[in-house]
């Protein structure tokens, strides 16, 4: 959609006139400040904000709005070569979902320091690589999904 | 008193159905039963043969009876049949039922509620009650050596055995530990046949029992018969048993915190010692699936100043021909190192024993790497032959190593008489299958792999004799002592290693039955109150060289 919206407008007497609108300020058009918007949000208002449509959805797979939610609470923030680090274990999306959020149910009220820190991305690890590696060794086929976080998760949640 | 006829009886209670139209055949049991001059007389007009010097015996197993029967759970078995004996001869009458009650087959509810009327309250006034004099033990016929606890209104210690009837259904399991023990016993009193017969009640005792405790007494019970038919082969084909081995414990690994408790702690050790280092060399003597060192690696990647060169010699059993595990397990771990931004060196040694390791097979570069050593669940198996656990702390200090990490279970698996082994045993893997009991979100091929793989445990605890019987655990006490003697000083381990471990216990849905203890130095995870595995780290005794 364009800014400047020239509407027709139908009249009464089937002539058509020019009314010039005010421009219309549609947030799908800056992504950049939907990413913004989307950063402040907290985790569930997150996942309901990308079921809102398909270009939401796109958008909120940006892994910077993840890592904001991961660490807002962490201080002092980590460095940046854990960006690196992450995105090569699959990014930080998978590790709110995997790892950060079934955390954070099951100890509200953590404290992150440097050492949950360090717990979370350790069983991150181990998960990349047991889904990885070691699933297609144990002879499935298809590999079963890694166990190693199932531990995780609540019996009857689906994640 | 009241004479006995069959129709002046009130009806009996619902649940004591059974009791009509045995009461009727009862009471027509006639009068003179006078035969023998000794009875007593009370008792007699009523139609019941008691001597008189029996009167305070006959008594007390009447009051038992009474309490067993009383308690529904008892009574509801017992009115399956109906068994009709002879109640005029009460003493051979009462022994007959409680040896009944024993074995869960039902005979005739009791008699004495209706028909002894004061002659009952005579009876209670006998003293000899309240003594709670000895009664002779109630024999099985397979179990003549088992002891039956009397049941809960008896409050004084007996010193000997009695006669009980299990009157909880909760004490089925205690019956099984019971005859556990016994069987054991047997063994170690060379009494095979004896055994034998235990071990298959047994059998059947833990087929009804669920949960935790039926599962372990069933492992132990394979594990029992084997050892009394001498029927233990260790596995001959070394490749196929450890292959199968490392998909267990993956399973392992998955379903429980053990094992992720072990490899984090001795991680977070590792890292404190090789903090500045440049160059880390890892020898690892057992490398089953590498699951310790992606997370190492990961740790050293984010490291302050950049992650060091990391180089992993792993030691794994034997190759079959035409595959080389070792070496893909290798590529693997080079992968993940490279997406970790680490550089990486693999090498892996295949030995059948760790005393068969020389130093000079390491290629270690003491001028330009800091070397660590990792041992999970690898040392107890060198206490199997002599001079084996010597061979290899030699092999160990001559390279120098910064620090050793070592992770053992926590339990004196090693003791030389077979009973307390065995004992030891029981309770060391009840409180491991509990724990997996409880986690009911797990997967359940996880949970059945993760027993399976304690199950071999147990059996060559328990069966295996000599250089076969490998699982030679021994708490950290006794390892203190090995590795003080062979020239090793422990490294303590520090605050976050125990914060890190007691989040990860916290996360466990059943985090309130994991505990983690420090304990001078080591940490320690277990199920309730129970140690079951120990992280401890060393390093070489007196002025250890500076780290590079």
């Known amino acids: ?159 | 008193m009241k004479r006995g006829h069959g129709e002046t009886w009130d009806p009996p209670p619902a649940s004591r159905s059974g009791e009509g139209p045995s009461m009727a055949d009862k009471k027509k049991v006639a009068d003179d039963n006078n035969n023998n001059n000794m009875d007593d007389e009370l008792l007699a007009v009523l139609g019941y043969k008691v001597r008189s010097s029996e009167m305070a015996e006959v008594a007390q197993k009447l009051e038992q009876l009474e309490m067993v029967l009383s308690n529904d759970d008892v009574g509801s078995t017992v009115l399956n049949d109906t068994v009709h004996y002879n109640p005029s001869d009460l003493s051979t009458w009462v022994e007959s039922m409680l040896s009944e009650l024993n074995n869960p087959a039902s005979s005739d509810l009791d008699p004495t509620r209706s028909c002894v009327d004061r002659s009952e309250y005579d009876l209670r006034a006998i003293p000899g009650l309240s003594a709670f004099p000895k009664v002779e033990e109630v024999f099985d016929e397979e179990a003549s050596s088992k002891r039956i606890r009397l049941g809960s209104w008896c409050e004084s210690a007996g010193e000997s055995t009695r006669s009980v009837v299990v009157v909880d259904s909760q004490e089925t399991g205690v019956r099984l530990v019971h005859a556990l023990v016994a069987c054991a016993e047997a063994i170690q009193q060379e009494n095979l046949n004896l055994a034998d017969a235990l071990v298959k009640r047994v059998g059947t005792l833990a087929a009804s029992q669920a949960g935790a405790m039926g599962k372990v007494a069933t492992y132990f019970a394979q594990a029992l018969a084997r050892r009394i038919y001498r029927d233990y082969t260790a596995e001959t084909d070394v490749t196929v048993g450890s292959s199968l081995e490392e998909v267990l414990q993956m399973h392992f690994y998955d379903s429980c915190p053990y094992l992720k408790f072990a490899h984090f702690t001795a991680n977070q050790a590792i890292l404190e010692a090789v903090a500045t280092a440049r160059r880390v060399h890892v020898i690892d003597l057992g490398l089953n699936q590498g699951m310790q060192w992606p997370a190492l690696m990961q740790a050293l990647a984010l490291r302050p100043g950049g992650p060091p060169s990391f180089r992993l010699t792993g030691i794994g059993p034997p190759q079959k021909e035409n595959s080389d595990s070792l070496q893909q397990l290798g590529w693997k771990l080079a992968q993940f190192a490279q997406n970790m931004g680490v550089e990486f060196e693999f090498k892996g040694l295949a030995a059948e024993s760790l005393s068969d390791l020389e130093p000079e097979m390491f290629e270690t570069r003491p001028d330009s790497e800091t070397l660590v050593v990792n041992s999970v669940f690898e040392l107890h198996r060198l206490l199997a032959r002599s001079g084996s656990i010597e061979k290899l702390l030699n092999t160990v200090k001559a390279v120098k190593p910064s620090i050793i990490t070592v992770v053992e279970q926590e339990a004196n698996h090693n003791g030389i008489v077979f009973l307390d082994r065995f004992n030891e045993a029981l309770h060391y893997y009840s409180s491991l299958f509990d724990s997996l009991e409880d986690s009911y979100s797990l997967p359940s091929q996880d949970r059945v792999m993760s027993e399976v793989y304690l199950g071999r445990q147990i059996l060559n605890v328990v069966a295996a004799e000599g250089s076969d019987r490998v699982e030679r655990h021994e708490t950290v006490a006794q390892w203190r002592i090995r590795m003080k003697s062979a020239g090793f000083d422990p490294v303590h381990l520090g605050s976050s290693a125990f914060k890190q471990a007691s989040m990860l216990l916290s996360l466990y849905a059943t985090g309130d039955g994991y505990r983690v203890e420090e304990n001078d130095g080591c940490l320690m995870i277990g199920w309730q109150t129970r140690p079951l595995i120990t992280t401890s780290a060393w390093k070489l005794a007196g002025g250890g060289e500076s780290r590079r």
Not at chain 1, 28 to 34: A, G, R, T, Y
Request: one cysteine or more.
């Open chain 1, 1 to 159: 959609m364009s800014e400047k919206r020239i509407s027709m407008v139908e009249k009464s007497n089937n002539k058509r006139q020019r009314v010039n609108q005010v421009p219309k300020f549609s947030i799908n058009d800056h992504h950049d400040v939907l990413v913004e918007i989307l950063r402040r949000l907290d985790g569930p208002s997150l996942c309901s904000a990308a079921c809102v449509c398909r270009l939401w959805s796109a958008v909120a797979r940006n892994d910077s709005i993840w890592e904001e939610l991961c660490f807002r609470q962490v201080s002092p923030r980590p460095s940046l070569s854990l960006r690196s680090v992450v995105s090569a274990l699959g990014g930080y999306r998978c590790l709110y979902f995997f790892c950060i959020r079934p955390v954070l149910a099951r100890l509200p009220k953590l404290r992150w320091t440097r050492d949950q820190l360090q717990l979370s991305l350790s069983l991150y690890c181990v998960h990349y690589y047991e889904r990885l590696y070691v699933g297609a060794w144990l002879g499935d086929a298809p590999p079963a999904p890694p166990s190693s976080l199932m531990f995780l998760r609540k019996p009857v949640n689906v994640v």
